[in-house]
């Protein structure tokens, strides 16, 4: 049995509200953590740069999948799968995330395949509408006006990222998450406001173009809606 499906075994045993459990004179017992993505790039290379950041190291096992990118619905299930197979050898992830675009041909129809997969097997989704750059604008700036599919985002994008990093923005860029982990309190604020206040009116992120769940498992790994460092 793997260490992070082990530690993943204990905090189930010790249920807690607020974080994993800390006994005396012991380190805290992780949570085991899995997100698959949509893309086989840009996601997989935030979330893996991410999950090195200390405090989410100290409270939680993470692992990274890279998705396929036929479907929200296909990716949905294939994040079944590795759970499912996780149990069937006596073992489980605490949490499963998947990472979803809105963007795409059929996409509602997909979509609400994939919220139904989800929902089956106690997934938890985070939507980006369109896309997943979205979240990464919000780095830089709270925007709230609809997005004409995801080059629209990156072309939106392009300028600040050039600003602070000398060069375009590269969905396949390994350093993506350390360029801009300085910004994420910004960013966690930007999101959390575009779709809770700009966009209240809309039943979803599936409604509300301009808008990004990932706030929520960001903040959920890093434990607080903290400041800029």
């Known amino acids: 049995m793997s260490s992070a499906v082990r530690r993943g075994r204990q905090s189930r045993d010790r249920r807690n509200v607020g974080g994993p459990a800390r006994v005396a004179n012991m380190r805290p017992i992780k ?5 698959v993505g949509e893309g086989q790039e840009t996601e997989p290379n935030y979330f893996r740069g991410l999950r090195r950041e200390s405090v989410v190291s100290e409270w939680f096992t993470v692992t990274v999948k890279k998705g396929h990118g036929r479907s929200p619905e296909a990716v949905a299930k294939e994040a079944s799968k590795y759970k499912r197979q996780a149990e069937n050898r006596g073992e489980y992830y605490d949490e499963v995330w998947c990472a979803l675009d809105v963007e795409g041909p059929g996409a509602r129809e997909l979509l609400e ?6 929902g089956r097997n106690g997934i938890s989704l985070c939507l980006s509408n369109p896309c997943f750059e979205v979240w990464l604008l919000a780095h830089f700036v709270r925007e709230s006006r609809a997005h004409n599919g995801c080059d629209s985002v990156i072309q939106r994008l392009n300028p600040h990222w050039q600003r602070l990093c000398g060069q375009d923005y590269r969905k396949n860029d390994g350093q993506l998450y350390a360029r ?3 910004l994420t309190g910004t960013a966690i604020e930007n999101a959390k406001c575009v779709r809770e206040t700009d966009h209240r009116d809309k039943t979803g992120t599936i409604e509300a173009n301009s808008s990004t769940d990932v706030y929520r498992l960001v903040n959920r790994l890093l434990g607080s809606c903290s400041p800029d460092r």
């Open 31 to 35: 949570r085991s953590v899995l997100i």
């Open 180 to 182: 801009i982990s300085h």
């Open 113 to 118: 395949r994939a919220i139904a997969e989800a």
